[in-house]
T-cell receptor, first 114, second 114 residues
Framework: DGGITQSPKYLFRKEGQNVTLSCEQNLNHDAMYWYRQDPGQGLRLIYYSQIVNDFQKGDIAEGYSVSREKKESFPLTVTSAQKNPTAFYLC?????????????FGEGSWLTVV | AQSVSQHNHHVILSEAASLELGCNYSYGGTVNLFWYVQYPGQHLQLLLKYFSGDPLVKGIKGFEAEFIKSKFSFNLRKPSVQWSDTAEYFCAVNARSGGFKTIFGAGTRLFVKA
């Protein structure tokens, strides 16, 4: 099946530890994204990547890092510098159509830092 | 900078009532507009999108949205809601000029009473 796979779905970590969330897509999409979803704040963009080996900061990049070594993969590392890491993280990818760019989402990863 | 504002954070309706969810965006250029839906326990799905042409766009499950350029608005409507429409709805925007950065609103939680 074609789609976006995020893993793990649930993750618990101790404060001060870095953690990496995986995102893989087999849709052959060029662009990939990471969003964070918090109650009442909607989706906020962390990082996005338009092509391999290139990525840009979104609105809340501090405390996060990404890499894009392969077209299919866009892992997100939540570092110990992120002050409030407990959240629902959504990976997405997009295809550039004739007139615009439509985003498709994975199922998300719940990160709880204790 | 782009921004998206959704007017209502929570909406409660009875079945068969009409629905209108407000969305306004702030961006000086030409935009693509989207509505996404997140049903309880499910991932975000595309409901409908506007790229160009007829400003009244129809999506899945009887939803439609109207782009009013002069008001920077893209309100979502449905003439008669069902209990199964209970979900969170997100408005989103990206720049038409090949832009990959997509910004989302804070979301509106709709609860439909049976």
């Amino acid at each position: 099946d074609g789609g976006i796979t995020q893993s793990p779905k649930y993750l618990f970590r101790k404060e001060g530890q870095n953690v990496t969330l995986s995102c893989e897509q087999n849709l052959n999409h060029d662009a990939m994204y990471w969003y964070r979803q918090d109650p009442g704040q909607g989706l906020r963009l962390i990082y996005y990547s338009q092509i391999v080996n290139d990525f840009q900061k979104g609105d809340i990049a501090e405390g996060y890092s990404v890499s894009r070594e392969k077209k299919e993969s866009f892992p997100l590392t939540v570092t110990s510098a992120q002050k409030n890491p407990t959240a629902f993280y959504l990976c997405a990818s997009s295809v550039q159509g004739a007139s615009g760019n439509t985003i498709y989402f994975g199922e998300g990863s719940w990160l709880t830092v204790v | 900078a782009q921004s998206v504002s959704q007017h209502n954070h929570h909406v409660i309706l009875s079945e068969a009532a009409s629905l209108e969810l407000g969305c306004n965006y702030s961006y000086g250029g030409t935009v693509n507009l989207f509505w996404y839906v997140q049903y309880p326990g499910q991932h975000l799905q595309l409901l409908l999108k506007y790229f160009s042409g007829d400003p009244l766009v129809k999506g899945i499950k009887g939803f439609e949205a109207e782009f009013i350029k002069s008001k920077f608005s893209f309100n979502l409507r449905k003439p008669s809601v069902q209990w199964s429409d209970t979900a969170e709805y997100f408005c989103a925007v990206n720049a038409r000029s090949g832009g990959f950065k997509t910004i989302f609103g804070a979301g509106t939680r709709l609860f439909v009473k049976a």
